[in-house]
């Protein structure tokens, strides 16, 4: 066995994130029911599994080939995204007004961790173009998304994020690319970029480029930022693909993972510069590109929890059949029998679960941001921009360690490459670095979205948290009492360590910043403890199948009883640990670690 999509798994993570009555005729997901909602998960599985997934390990084998600045991707590739444009993959959260169907974002997240555990390489192309739709219908003239959105939409265009230069990465305020304005309502564009996903290929008929630039009268820093879209192949009358644009691929990197995804460089204004066309308004560009990484950063969290899942069901297979050592019969036993082991796979188990859990719940929350009005809308925004660090950091952290994991079970057969246990940790690798580190996301999390509405957000999230425990501790049933006192403990954790860094005099302070990665993660346990027990309560609650349920339940506890025991000294790290990074900061800066004495 090598994947399987647990579409059991996924509709219930649906349900619970959404609420069972948001299914329901007059609720949040009215246009969607939830044999619709199941028949779309099957589809979207069967289509990973016989479509993308074989083509995993040739993608991994045969990366891509770059000459005269043409990218030509691994074999059968160019006929699986034909078939993905044809089954309208692409269109499925995309808004109706382009020829999208408009369902749901929680929907497309169940699809997109489909997709992404079978062949991340490949599902990075059609990620990032729903990132692109996104910031063309908020921010594009109609002009620009008549001419490119149903192109878009359907997939037979794909995009890009174009931001990242050799001397700008996360800090955007040294960004160098120029624009300059053509006098017709056009622009064009001079610089170079780097680490461009699917920036060239052969997939597709014409790629957008979303390109961050910079006009000769902007102000200096990030709020002189613009975002411009540049074709690869300028629109004919027709609509069609015409003259080609004055931008080129000049080179492809070689990487650690994700061979089958060409990073691109990317050269424009060769000549004449490249035609180009302002998306929003001049020196708003950064929070034009903000709307599609904000769905990205989602979407990449979920590509940790689809890796995750997938070396989970690798280790547990491969732990099923190897036999080592013996068992207490005393026969020879399958390694799963071995507890070191059991604790292994029931820890990748677990924290495929709860990040599962956090990612959905956000896009709940995305769902009642765009779907409600009014407060109820704003809050939903509130707590998706709350969670969204949460999403993509813990989901993408996990996802390197759950890999990691899946090759120790796998033992020495692990670090070959045959049995594909390492192909998974060295594609999950790029995912907490892309789309914002982990580091910058929980810095975010401390600086921005703490004091979201003056902290309120935050506190509503506490609150719903104690609501879950509440509930557990009034089951009178001792296994969910137990999960109640560690989701507690947790919880409590991490609301006093809420209140330490709200303190804090200043925000942006090298003490809070020290403890942003804990706290990030310290959030993601306490929220993960509470939504897997919550799970686990309402699925005995439900009767539901007894295999499932007691799945469930064994998840939540043991979640409860070896990971979410880790919250108080994360709590002491964020809370007493900021001094010891400061004088490691100081130790660092100066050289100070040298200890051999040699220059």
């Known amino acids: 066995m090598s994947y399987r999509a647990p579409v059991d798994d996924l509709l219930f993570a649906m349900r619970r994130a959404a609420g069972a009555a948001a299914f329901e005729p007059g609720g949040l997901y009215a246009d969607l029911d939830a044999a619709t909602a199941a028949a779309t998960l099957e589809q979207a599985a069967k289509f990973a599994e016989t479509a993308l997934l074989p083509l995993d390990p040739i993608g991994d084998r045969e990366g891509v080939t770059f000459a005269a600045g043409a990218v030509a991707t691994a074999t059968g590739w160019r006929e699986a995204y034909a078939l993905w444009v044809e089954g309208g993959w692409n269109a499925l959260a995309a808004p ?123 102000p200096a820093g990030t709020r002189g930022i613009s975002l411009f879209l540049a074709p690869k192949f300028l629109p004919g009358p027709d609509g069609r693909p015409g003259e080609r644009n004055d931008l080129r691929c000049v080179g492809v990197e070689r990487k650690l993972g994700i061979h089958g995804s060409p990073t691109c460089t990317m050269s424009y204004g060769d000549g004449g510069g490249a035609i180009a066309f302002l998306v ?5 560009g950064l929070a034009c590109m903000f709307t599609m990484m904000n769905n990205a950063r989602l979407s990449v969290g979920l590509q940790g929890v689809g890796l995750a899942e997938r070396a989970t069901q690798k280790a547990l297979a491969y732990a099923r059949e190897r036999r080592q050592g013996r068992g207490p019969s005393g026969d020879p036993a399958p390694i799963i029998e071995h507890p070191d082991v059991v604790r292994m796979v029931m820890t990748m188990k677990a924290k495929t679960a709860a990040a599962r859990a956090i990612c959905y719940l956000t896009a709940a929350a995305m769902d009642r941001a765009r779907r409600l009005e009014g407060e109820a809308a704003e809050a939903a925004q509130e707590r998706a921009g709350l969670l969204t660090p949460l999403a993509k950091a813990y989901s993408t952290d996990i996802g390197v360690e759950v890999a990691s994991l899946g090759v120790q079970v796998h033992g020495g057969m692990g670090f070959i490459e045959e049995t594909g246990a390492a192909q998974l940790s060295r594609d999950v690798r790029i995912t907490p670095i892309y789309e914002g580190t982990n580091g910058i996301q929980a810095i975010d999390l401390v600086t921005r979205k703490l004091r979201l509405s003056k902290g309120a957000a935050v506190w509503r999230e506490i609150d719903d948290m104690r609501a879950d425990i509440d509930a557990l501790a009034a089951s009178n049933e001792a296994v969910f009492v137990n999960i109640a006192g560690r989701a507690a403990a947790a919880v409590d954790a991490f609301e006093r360590a809420t209140d330490f860094l709200s303190a804090a005099v200043d925000p942006h302070g090298q003490e809070a910043l020290a403890g942003a990665t804990p706290y990030l993660r310290l959030f993601a346990l306490a929220r993960g403890v509470t939504l897997l027990g919550a799970g686990a309560l309402a699925a005995h609650r439900a009767a539901a199948a007894e295999a499932a349920t007691h799945n469930r339940i064994v998840t939540a506890r043991f979640f409860a009883d070896n990971l979410a025991v880790a919250a108080e000294g994360l709590e002491r790290a964020i809370v007493g640990g900021g001094e010891s990074i400061i004088a490691g900061l100081a130790l660092l800066s100066c050289g100070g670690d040298r200890t051999s004495g040699r220059d």
């Open 280 to 284: 929003g308004r001049e020196n708003e």
């Open 96 to 218: 109706p007004a382009h020829g999208g169907m408009g369902l749901p974002l929680l929907l497309a997240a169940a699809c997109t961790e489909i997709w992404n555990a079978a062949n991340i390489a490949f599902a990075l192309c059609p990620l990032l173009g729903q990132g692109a739709i996104e910031a063309m219908e908020i921010h594009a003239s109609e002009a620009l998304k008549s001419a490119y959105l149903p192109k878009m939409i359907s997939g037979e265009w794909t995009a890009t994020m174009t931001l990242t230069e050799p001397q700008s990465g996360s800090d955007l305020a040294h960004l160098r690319t120029r624009a300059e304005r053509a006098g017709d309502g056009s622009y064009r564009l001079f610089g170079q970029k780097i680490f461009i996903t699917y920036g060239e290929h052969d997939l597709a008929e014409n790629i957008v480029h979303l390109v961050l630039a910079r006009l000769p009268d902007a």
